[in-house]
């Protein structure tokens, strides 16, 4: 088990419950087989957690999580060597490093005589399932939307595998606290004790429930309080307004072929316009891990090549760690920095808003804010982030222009007009009225001071003036354009 954990809806579960008297499930951890992109610090700590009600999952069914941490194939031939298992099967990943070291590992079991078969459990569409009408990848979003919802796919799902063989002679597995997901420095924060709740009872969508069950907690929530404004809460940052299942997905507690067939239970496309802006979000992952899959050097390589020169700044050390710890003195990017360090998640409209400040305002490449939140987030999803950071940065990700600058005033004032989000993040600033708050440095002194504010001291002067530096952003990319 991989990036699948949970235990309906799992289809290598599945078919090895279905042909097999025993069953070992397996999780083992491979940073190095992983590399580059081995889990950050809060994907860790979620990861703990889930892993740890798989455990108690398991348990329930008279069965039990291996846990193995080391190079995946060595891990394998040792449980197949003290096991006598006959078959391996898992569902596939699809990130580069993870698909290189599947494609070994299955190529050696197709060289004994060892059972091997993979499975799909996390894509709606394999990648290499869709193409354009000229046969090629989807390098632009709408159009593969269009193909989707034309060809419109009811996801079969497998249920609870039933019934569950008991494990009666479990391989030695390693204790879960020996695999050192926690955070190990005190510096970082407690992403694993301030925001995880273990019964569910939270209906604010404020607390995290790593596992299963707290996957169907977070869309019962979603599906009962949001769902029907989605379209237009999903924008407002201050709201719980989106699902909050990216971390869920990310680890495979849910599936969006399970989430679909839910919104979707007579298996035709959504006439209903909310919940069709929904799974139009969950396209947009899709449309991530096609491109992942398609161009494999999407984390670190502009997929318009052109922006390989690019004329980044040179000296933005000092700049980059004023953004990351949230003391840009630009309110909503603050509150979103802020938001990313404390709860291991950010809002989609803010993630877009710091990505297009680092990149465009401040020069800095893409690729430090994408490892950064790589770190941070508790969903952090190579296609996604990748995806995500390559379109704010508009170097050829679907049809997003460079010269697309969000302003961080205008678009807070629109998005956060009573400036509840930044209130809540960036509490210096909470006795600024709602029209101050998002540009504190247009407002007088006395008016600052009477607010609790004096900038440069308890709160930063901003780290840049958008207005010069939007300009400056522009030239450089026609520098870039006519080199
Ligand atoms: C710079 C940048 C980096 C990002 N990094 C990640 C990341 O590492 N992991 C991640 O899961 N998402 C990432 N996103 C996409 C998006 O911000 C999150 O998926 C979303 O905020 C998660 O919250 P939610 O589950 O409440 O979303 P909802 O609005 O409830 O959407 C439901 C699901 O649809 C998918 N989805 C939603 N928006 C997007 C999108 N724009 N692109 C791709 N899939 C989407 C996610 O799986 C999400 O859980 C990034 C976006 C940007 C602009």
Redesign the pocket.
Known sequence: MRRDLRLADNPALSHACARHAQVIPVYILDDPGAAPWSPGAASRSWLYRSLQSLQADLRQRHSQLILRQGNSREQLQQLLHSSGATAVYWNRCYEPALRERDAAIEQWLQSTSITCKTFNASLWWEPWEISTTQQQPYRVFTPMWKHMLNHWRDPQLDGLPEPFPALLDAPASVPLDELKLLPQQRSEPRWDEAFYQSDGSDSSGAHWQPGETGAWHAFER?FEQALQQ?QHD?DIPALTG??????H??FGEIS?AQIIRQLCPDGQPPTDKMINS?IR??A??E??WHLLYHFPDLPEQPLQPQFANFPWRIDYQSDLARWQQGKTGIPIIDAGMRQLWQHG????RV??L??SLLTKNLLIPWQH??RW??ET?V???????S???Q??AGCGVDAAPFFRIFNPVTQGRRFDPKGDYVRRFVPELARLTDQQIHAPWAVDKTTLRQSGVVLGENYPQPLVDLQGSRQRALEAWQQMRSA
Do not use: C, I
């Open positions: 979603f989605y999903r989106t699902s909050k299942l990216s971390p997905l990310q969006s929904f979000e969950l947009w992952r449309f991530s998640w950010m809002h989609n993630r877009m710091v990505a804010g994408a939140f790589w987030l969903d952090a999803d190579l296609g996604n982030n995806q995500g950071w379109w704010t």
